[in-house]
C-alpha cells in the first residue's frame, strides 16, 4: 500500500523521476520476496519512464534490474540482453560502478549458456575496476567466479591461484560469504585432480563457514558435495547420511 500511495503522490505532482524511483524499489521489494513476474513489471514501467525523462544513468540501473529478474526466471537469452545494453549505456555516460555490475552479471549468464571465452573476459575485466573503486566485496565474488571458469576451461592452475587470491581477499575483510564461495570451488578443484583429502579438507571448511552463516542453500550444497567425495572414498554410508541431511 505504501507504494502505491507514493506512486499515486509522484504521479499526482507530475514527479516522473520520482515515480520511476518507486517503482524501482517495488520491483527489487517483489524481487526478494520471490514474485518475479510482478517484479519484472515494476522494472519494465521504471525503465520506460526514464528512457521518456531522458535519464542514462538510471536507464542503464534498470536495464540491470530486469536482467536479474529475468535470470532468476532462467531466461538466460533476454537476461543477457537486458546486460548487454546496461553496459553499453554504462560504458558511454562513464558509470564505472553500473559497468562492472552489469558486466559481472553478464559473465555469470555467459558461463552458464557455455561461453566460458566471454565470461572469463568479462570478469578480468570487472576485478581491476572493482579493485580500483575500492569494492573489495565485488573483487572477491568476481575471482571466484572466475576461478569457476578456469575450471571449466581446464586451467586448474591458474583456477587454484585466483581461488587463493579470493579466499584471502574475502578473509582480509571478513567477508563469509566470499569466503564459503571460495572454499567450496577450491574443494572442486581438488576433486577434479584426484586430490579427495584436500577435497574434503576444503569442503569441510567450506561447511563449517557456511553452518556460521546459517545459510540452508549453501550448506545444503556443501553436504551433498561432501556426499560425493565419501562416494570417491567409498564411504558409502556417510555418503547416503551426508545426502540425507543436504535434503
Keep these: 500500500r505504501l507504494y ?10 507530475g514527479d516522473r523521476r520520482g515515480m520511476s524511483a518507486v517503482l524501482n524499489n517495488h520491483g527489487i521489494v517483489l524481487k526478494n520476496r520471490g514474485q518475479l513476474d510482478e517484479a519484472r513489471a515494476m522494472h519494465e514501467r521504471a525503465l520506460a519512464l526514464r528512457r521518456e525523462i531522458g535519464d542514462r544513468n538510471w536507464t542503464a540501473i534498470s536495464l540491470n534490474n530486469i536482467g536479474v529478474v529475468l535470470f532468476e526466471q532462467d531466461h538466460m537469452r533476454e537476461a543477457a540482453r537486458y546486460y548487454t545494453e546496461s553496459v553499453g549505456l554504462s560504458r558511454a555516460i562513464g558509470d564505472t560502478r553500473n559497468i562492472v555490475r552489469a558486466l559481472h552479471n553478464l559473465a555469470i549468464v555467459q558461463r552458464e549458456s557455455g561461453e566460458l571465452a566471454a565470461a572469463r573476459a568479462g570478469f578480468e575485466e570487472a576485478i581491476p ?12 565474488i568476481a575471482r571466484v567466479e572466475l576461478g569457476t571458469v578456469l575450471h571449466a576451461q581446464g586451467e586448474l592452475d591458474a583456477a587454484a591461484r585466483v581461488l587463493d587470491e579470493a579466499l584471502s581477499g574475502a578473509r582480509a575483510i571478513s567477508f563469509t560469504e566470499a569466503e564459503g564461495f571460495a572454499l567450496y570451488q577450491q574443494a572442486e578443484v581438488a576433486l577434479t585432480r584426484g586430490d579427495l583429502a584436500g577435497a574434503r579438507r ?20 556443501s553436504r551433498l558435495a561432501l556426499a560425493v567425495v565419501a562416494l570417491e572414498e567409498g564411504r558409502v554410508a556417510e555418503a547416503e547420511t551426508l545426502a540425507t541431511a543436504a535434503e
Design 202 to 221: 576444503l569442503h569441510e571448511a567450506a561447511l563449517a563457514v557456511r553452518e556460521r552463516r546459517e545459510e540452508p542453500r549453501t550448506i545444503g550444497e
Design 4 to 13: 502505491r500511495e507514493s506512486l499515486a503522490l509522484s504521479d499526482a505532482i
Design 129 to 140: 575496476v572493482r579493485e580500483q573503486i575500492r569494492d573489495q566485496r565485488g573483487a572477491a
